[in-house]
Each structure stands twice: as structure tokens, then as C-alpha cells.
């Protein structure tokens, strides 16, 4: 079955730190990948997704960025993180035999100070 | 752009009664609409979804109603349960041949189960 692994689950940066976080998909070859922001209280806002390595769509511009160094493999990432970076991160995943359907991440709750 | 969205922030419920979540989508050519499941501090659980060529959806223990007369979708819950307190989402896409766009979210309704 397909799983899929997301981590940090909590992250404390400084404001100007880097930021790296990681997702992998287990169980199925060639995944659209995505990366959404939720912040408190408020709805899922797609960021990045990605249909294959080093294929990379952006949504809004942003502070961020995201990579895909391996099939099932979806970084997100920035230089200098800001305080409006704070929020819930998700990863999320859909096969080609799942129609639209996303799966998620369990998320990572990143707190920029 | 067109959105999904949400009539209500919050919805208390009694335990064991039926919960209806409602939610209105603005894009006429949706034809695929999910319910997402949040839990505190968790990611997004797939509940039950529906296609544009039905207009009711069963699973356990929820319905999906789908009007598309009037662009409304809902989730039935029925004999609610605390386990059942969560953020509930709904999400709309055009069908997209495999295409990569992803789902638009509602800012989700906050199920509170009074006891």
C-alpha cells in the first residue's frame, strides 16, 4: 500500500534561518507531488506541485521553494525564512490510478520566531 | 479565481444526533468534489467523494448531496460521535485527465460534539 512520510512534525526556526523539509511517497511510481500552507484556522493553499524530477510548478510567489530530486522525493525550502512562513505544512500525494484524490502527510508545524 | 467555501465556521452537535456540513463551490464546471477530514495537528483524511453525474453518495455513516442546480454540496454524519470532532474540508476540481492542478479547499467547518 501507498504511504507517505513528512518531517519534521514541528520546527522552531529564527527569522533569516534556511529551511528544509521532507516528504517521501512509498508504494507508487510517479506521483504528482504538492506542497500546501495552512495557516490557523484557515483552509489548505496550494504552493508547489510537481509531475515528475525536477518538474516544479509554483502557485504564488512566495519566499519559498521546492525541489524533486527523485521520483518520490518533494523538498520545500527557503534562504531566509520570514515570520509570515509560520504555519502547517502539508505534502501530499495523488497517483495516476486515483483520480484526483490527494493524500496527505501527517504535516509539519513550522514556527518561524 | 472561483473557490469553494464554507457556510459556517463552526457546528456544535449533541452526540448521536446527525450532523449536516454544508458548503457552496463557485465554479460551474467542477465535476469532482471531495470531504477532507482534519483532526488537530494531523493532515487531511479522505472521507468520500462524488462525481458531478451523481447526486448522492454513500459510505459509512456519511452521505454526500450533491446539488448542482445550485452549486451546494454536503456531508452527512449520522449518530455523531466525539471521535467525529474535526475541521471538515470540501475540495473541488475540474476533471483533468491526470493533470496536476490539484483540488481548491473551503476554509473548512469546525465539528464540535457536545456530550
Known amino acids: 500500500s501507498q504511504t507517505i512520510h513528512q518531517w519534521p512534525a514541528t520546527l522552531v526556526q529564527p527569522v533569516g534561518s534556511p529551511l528544509s523539509l521532507e516528504c517521501t511517497v512509498e508504494?507508487?511510481?510517479?506521483?504528482?507531488l504538492y506542497w500546501y500552507r495552512q495557516a490557523a484556522g484557515r483552509g489548505l493553499q496550494l504552493l508547489f506541485y510537481?509531475?515528475?524530477?525536477?518538474?516544479i510548478s509554483s502557485e504564488v510567489p512566495q519566499n519559498l521553494s521546492a525541489s524533486r530530486p527523485q521520483d518520490r522525493q518533494f523538498i520545500l525550502s527557503s534562504k531566509k525564512l520570514l515570520l509570515s512562513d509560520s504555519g502547517f505544512y502539508l505534502c501530499?500525494?495523488?497517483?495516476?490510478?486515483?483520480?484526483?484524490?490527494?493524500?496527505f502527510g501527517s504535516g509539519t508545524q513550522l514556527s518561524v520566531l | 479565481g472561483e473557490s469553494v467555501g464554507l457556510h459556517l465556521p463552526t457546528l456544535s452537535v449533541q452526540e448521536g444526533d446527525n450532523s449536516i456540513i454544508n458548503c457552496a463551490y463557485s465554479?460551474?464546471?467542477?465535476?469532482?468534489f471531495i470531504w477532507y477530514k482534519q483532526e488537530s495537528g494531523k493532515g487531511p483524511q479522505f472521507i468520500i467523494d462524488?462525481?458531478?453525474?451523481?447526486d448522492k453518495r454513500q459510505g459509512q455513516r456519511v452521505t454526500v448531496l450533491l446539488n448542482k442546480t445550485v452549486k451546494h454540496l454536503s456531508l452527512q454524519i449520522a449518530a455523531t460521535q466525539p471521535g467525529d470532532s474535526a475541521v471538515y474540508f470540501c475540495?473541488?476540481?475540474?476533471?483533468?485527465?491526470?493533470?496536476?492542478?490539484?483540488?481548491?479547499f473551503g476554509k473548512g467547518t469546525h465539528l464540535i460534539i457536545q456530550p
Open positions: 501530499a500525494w495523488r497517483g495516476w490510478d486515483r483520480d484526483e484524490k490527494l493524500f
Open positions: 508504494g507508487t511510481s510517479n506521483p504528482n
Open positions: 510537481s509531475v515528475g524530477i525536477g518538474q
Open positions: 465554479n460551474s464546471a467542477s465535476d469532482y
Open positions: 462524488i462525481r458531478s453525474n451523481m
Open positions: 475540495a473541488e476540481t475540474e476533471y483533468s485527465g491526470g493533470g496536476a492542478d490539484g483540488l481548491t
